[in-house]
């Protein structure tokens, strides 16, 4: 063997050395995005909660693939909206109700966070409704005891918060995974018209004003104003290097965590209107409650349906219960300085819905209803972040540009303006 063969040569060895380092930083880029994912994550579960379910099923099943498009510009908002978020919470070192104590009168901080704690209200009504329904669609555990033994999961799952923000993430994350899971075993097995999919995502269409009812729900259900106060908080723990090209870095990071849990989310929602659509709307059903949509789903697909269904929902209410806990001790504590145990505000809250579910209400309609409740107060947190994160003397060089309060007004606008019409439709009667 000639001696120049096994030889290396200085560019063969400057491009392995090039190659080495390449894939080196690529690890470490990866190990760096996993230790910054999880806040979306935990915050991207308010997007499949129970009340997305009752929204995206009922509009599935009353105008078929039509609503698909709300979903997609819902995700969009909501992901604008949860960057902006975690963007103020890196900058300032504090959450959105904290900095409202700061910049507004004391007067006005109660105002807001009386409207605060009524969405989160109507959040964990709709949480708790859907953890109950899991488990009596799973087990037939009677209603009433089914809401108890949510209220005891929900209280587990916020205490191991006690071990640190990543347990909770963690088991946030798991539970997501499970929906995930579910909801593709659902899409494999409804067989949907994909071409009709494809159509309503991009053009936009609503038939009457129940649709635009509906509509309004999904804008509700996916773009949540708790959890735009609780992402602030979330990115705190993660805020370690305080230097402007620290701040930049972790805003870097945060932006991918919210891109990814983001359109995870947007697909499991789009999923259950697909699905609702190819199923109920196909086959005739118009779908009034959640224990219909769980018994059409057998004979129509199978048990295996069903039972994906159930487990989904059950994993829904309970994370999403965890997680609205979790924001309502942000809202109570940064805007009044209020320290509520949590134990008591959560047995507070579960009030309403046992007593919904001891009058025999329909937990649908209540779904869907607290989820519009959600789309009213939704502009407050858009306002008081678009206020804020504009200034620099409070958010130094990740002040917000004019592009992106522009797109902040836009969206108030969109939401202001179709709470408008759909207070207009509702008092003149009009469909």
């Not at 917000?400 to 759909?422: C, E, F, M, Y």
């Amino acid at each position: 063997m000639d001696r120049e063969d096994v030889m290396i040569k200085p560019r063969h060895f400057f491009r392995f050395t090039n190659i080495v380092k390449k894939n080196r930083n690529t690890v470490e880029g990866s190990k760096g995005l996993l230790k910054f994912l999880g806040p979306a994550f935990v915050v991207s579960v308010a997007y499949i909660d129970p009340g997305n379910f009752a929204t995206n099923i009922s509009g599935g099943s009353k105008f078929n693939y039509a609503l698909i498009w709300v979903i997609l510009w819902s995700n969009l908002m909501a992901i604008f909206l949860q960057i902006m978020s975690a963007k103020l919470g890196i900058a300032t070192g504090h959450n959105l109700p904290e900095m409202c104590a700061m910049v507004f009168k004391k007067r006005t901080n109660w105002i807001f966070w009386i409207i605060a704690e009524l969405g989160a209200m109507a959040t964990d009504l709709a949480e708790f409704l859907g953890g109950t329904l899991g488990l009596y669609l799973l087990f037939r555990i009677p209603m009433i005891y089914a809401g108890l033994l949510t209220g005891v999961l929900t209280f587990f799952i916020c205490y191991m918060e006690k071990y640190g923000q990543k347990v909770v993430e963690l088991i946030i994350t798991l539970l997501v995974a499970v929906i995930c899971i579910a909801y593709s075993i659902e899409l494999i097995l409804a067989k949907p018209a994909w071409t009709q999919v494809g159509i309503h995502t991009i053009i936009p269409n609503l038939p009457n004003s129940e649709a635009l009812l509906i509509a309004v729900g999904m804008l509700g259900a996916t773009v949540m104003p708790h959890v735009i106060y609780l992402h602030s908080q979330l990115v705190q723990y993660r805020c370690n290097d305080n230097s402007d090209s620290g701040k930049a870095k972790h805003l870097k990071m945060e932006k991918l965590d919210v891109i990814i849990a983001m359109n995870i989310a947007f697909i499991v929602n789009a999923a259950m209107v697909i699905v609702s659509a190819a199923v109920f709307h196909k086959n005739g059903i118009v779908v009034d409650t959640i224990e219909q949509a769980h018994m059409s789903l057998k004979p129509l697909l199978g048990s295996l349906s069903s039972g994906a269904f159930g487990i989904a929902l059950l994993a829904s209410g309970l994370s999403s219960s965890a997680v609205g806990t979790l924001a309502g001790q942000t809202i109570m504590k940064g805007f009044v300085n209020l320290s509520i145990p949590v134990n008591v505000r959560r047995l507070i809250t579960m009030i309403p819905a046992l007593i919904i579910i001891a009058i025999g209400i329909n937990p649908m309609n209540t779904l869907v209803l607290s989820q519009v409740a959600l789309s009213f107060i939704l502009p407050f947190p858009i306002i008081q972040m678009l206020t804020i994160a504009k200034r620099k003397d409070l958010m130094g060089a990740l002040a917000n540009k004019i592009i992106t309060r522009v797109i902040g007004i836009l969206i108030a606008i969109i939401i202001i303006s179709l709470n408008a019409v759909l207070l207009y439709l509702t008092f003149t009667g009009r469909s």
